[in-house]
């Protein structure tokens, strides 16, 4: 059974407790300008098997994760990324869109994302050999001229990523008020 990135990210709702306790956290520092919090989606790691042919539809940091299949037109991206950088975010901030990010990412260390100037971020942990699979969905409230994302990266992590404008999110649930 394949698995598109639209059946994982309705998985990943679910597991965004499970995350949260394990690293991979939504956090807002002063300001944010989300109205919604982060989805988180996450696949299971990858690891190489000897003998092996390549899946090429596993995760890697050597190309851009893929995101068209859910029809988000990737506005940014970037391959086999080792270290710090920021890319913008084309057309800034848009109010009442929501902005979706995947990254592909290895290494044993710590990935830290933040939407700026939301100053919303998340962090992402790695273990040594795997490749991990994440999808944020974050609905943005307010719109800004400019935008980018701006990544934080321990050495040793290697990471790809995409970006764009989801047209089809995911339907947050309102909590039940009902006893």
Not at 2 to 9: C, E, G, L, P
Request: overall charge negative; glycine content about 10%.
């Amino acid at each position: 059974m394949a698995i598109t990135w639209q059946s994982a990210r309705l998985t990943g709702c679910a597991l965004i407790a499970a995350l949260a306790a394990a690293g991979c956290t939504s956090g807002h520092h002063g300001g944010t300008t989300a109205s919604h919090p982060a989805r988180t989606t996450t696949t299971p790691p990858t690891t190489a098997t000897v003998g092996a042919s390549p899946d090429p539809h596993a995760p890697s940091v050597a190309k851009a994760p893929e995101i068209a299949s859910d029809g988000i037109t990737a506005l940014a991206s970037g391959t086999q990324v080792k270290g710090d950088a920021v890319y913008e975010i084309p057309g800034g901030i848009k109010a009442g869109q929501t902005l979706a990010i995947a990254i592909d990412c290895e290494g044993p260390g710590r990935l830290t994302v933040e939407v700026q100037p939301t100053s919303l971020s998340f962090p992402l942990l790695r273990e040594k050999g795997k490749v991990l699979s994440t999808m944020n969905e974050i609905h943005m409230s307010r719109s800004r001229s400019s935008g980018s994302l701006r990544f934080t990266s321990e050495p040793d992590v290697t990471w790809s990523f995409a970006v764009g404008w989801d047209p089809n999110p995911p339907q947050q649930q309102e909590p039940s008020t009902q006893l």
